[in-house]
């Protein structure tokens, strides 16, 4: 039992390493020159000069279109291609980025051969199920978030969570089903301490990427631990495996349900590290903002 256990420790944080959004590359193709057809015969040194004058007439626009198209707005400002300038440009305090790399190909290797074996075996039960279970620990979270939300000083959705566990706890069959949201409309508020602390002004900090749990940043890190002390489950009397065993459970059945983001990543970005961080910063960046 003691040996389950401890391999369920390593798969309870497998959901934190999933996230992400994925973009596809763009491609652009340039316009092919005009043929401008010889005549069959030998032309008088008047048609020669139509002749050029007309070529004239024709090249100009060509180039001044693949000019505009270039260097226009039109074909870029809706699908940038987020997987190559986008993540190098974005400035992002990385001050131990060779250590942060080392981390990200171990994590890479426990999710490839661990973690997803681990969830995609979990597949074999029913999703309605698999989404039940989910419902279930996403019920147990809500003081968390309801906290926080009190902390940001967002009384209405300090509200909703509120309605939401009581409406969930007792005709949701104790989070199983989520009638607050099918029948009341009470969307989750997802709040979490390292918000809470971007909401006052903390700032980001340096970027880290954490063995196992993920990419993270300085502030972040220290809202986890917030998070932990406001997580009323820390108060149950109850064994630190049987702990470890809950949380496998949560997170193993959130990857089952996940679509395969990260192979997603992988297979699109020109540097998948890159792609994670700038994914990363800019996801809680619009967390803190909204």
């Known amino acids: 039992m003691r040996h389950v256990m401890m391999f369920l420790l390593l798969a309870a944080i497998a959901g934190l390493f999933s996230s ?19 005549p069959s015969t030998v032309p008088s040194a008047e048609e020669t000069a139509s002749v050029v004058a007309t070529e004239d007439a024709v090249r100009e626009p060509q180039v001044d279109a693949s000019a505009e198209d270039f260097n226009g707005d039109d074909d870029f400002t809706d699908d940038e291609d987020f997987t190559n300038g986008d993540v190098e440009t974005i400035h992002i305090s990385d001050p131990i980025e060779p250590l942060n790399r080392g981390m990200f190909w171990v994590n890479d290797k426990l999710y490839f051969y661990l973690f997803k074996p681990i969830a995609r075996g979990y597949r074999v039960v029913p999703e309605p199920a698999r989404e039940s279970v989910s419902n279930f620990f996403s019920n147990l979270g809500t003081p968390v978030r309801f906290a926080n939300s009190l902390l940001q000083l967002k009384f209405e959705d300090a509200g909703t969570e509120l309605g939401r566990l009581i409406i969930n706890s007792t005709l949701g069959l104790a989070g199983l089903f989520d009638p607050a949201k099918s029948w009341f409309d009470l969307d989750k508020k997802e709040e979490d301490f390292g918000q809470t602390l971007g909401s006052y002004g903390v700032g980001s900090g340096f970027y ?21 002390f406001m997580d009323p489950l820390h108060y149950v009397e109850m064994k ?51």
Do not use: H
Request: hydrophobic residues 35%.
């Open 20 to 38: 992400g959004c994925v973009s596809a590359v763009n491609q652009t193709s340039a316009a092919s020159p005009a043929i401008v057809e010889e």
């Open 240 to 290: 630190p495996l049987e702990r470890v065993g809950l949380t496998a459970v949560d997170k193993e059945t959130a990857l089952s349900l996940d679509k395969d983001t990260y192979e997603s990543v992988k297979q699109e970005a020109l540097d998948p590290y890159l792609y994670v961080r700038n994914a990363y910063e800019q996801y809680r960046d619009g967390k803190i903002d909204k």
């Open 208 to 228: 880290i990427v954490w063995p196992i749990l993920g990419p993270s940043n300085a502030r972040d890190t220290v809202g986890m631990v917030g998070d932990f």
